[in-house]
Nanobody, 118 residues
């Protein structure tokens, strides 16, 4: 089992920046991919960015050049970060931390709201 906790959401003006953090605890040795997804009401959850244990990064086209993902590993926890720059109103969503294990099991955080508005 892997437990996830996100922090860092909030309200920001267009053009602003936010940093999301996600802390993973539990079966850390089993973590293969860490990432972020987002969802707005009435739409499917969509991939924002992922990073695997080899530090290979994948981004949605809509965030390329504006968002960057990174991860840190420690003995008791792994962390994944999402640096979001030049935010647009279309980035408004609930952002979810996601972990995929080597056995292809998925874990989700509780979500954190990001609102981009003037």
């Amino acid at each position: 089992q892997v437990e996830l906790m996100e922090t860092g959401g909030g309200l920001v003006q267009p053009g602003g920046s936010l940093r999301l953090s996600c802390t993973a605890t539990g079966r850390l040795f089993d973590i293969y991919v860490m990432g972020w997804y987002r969802q707005v009401p009435g739409k499917q959850r969509e991939l924002v960015a992922t990073i695997n244990t080899g530090d290979r990064e994948i981004y949605a086209d809509s965030v390329k050049g504006r968002f960057s993902i990174s991860r840190e590993s420690a003995s008791a926890k792994n962390m994944v970060f999402l640096n979001m720059n030049n935010l647009e109103p279309e980035d408004t969503a609930v952002y979810y931390c996601n972990v995929v294990s080597y056995g292809a099991r998925q874990y989700w955080g509780q979500g954190t709201q990001v609102t981009v508005s003037s």
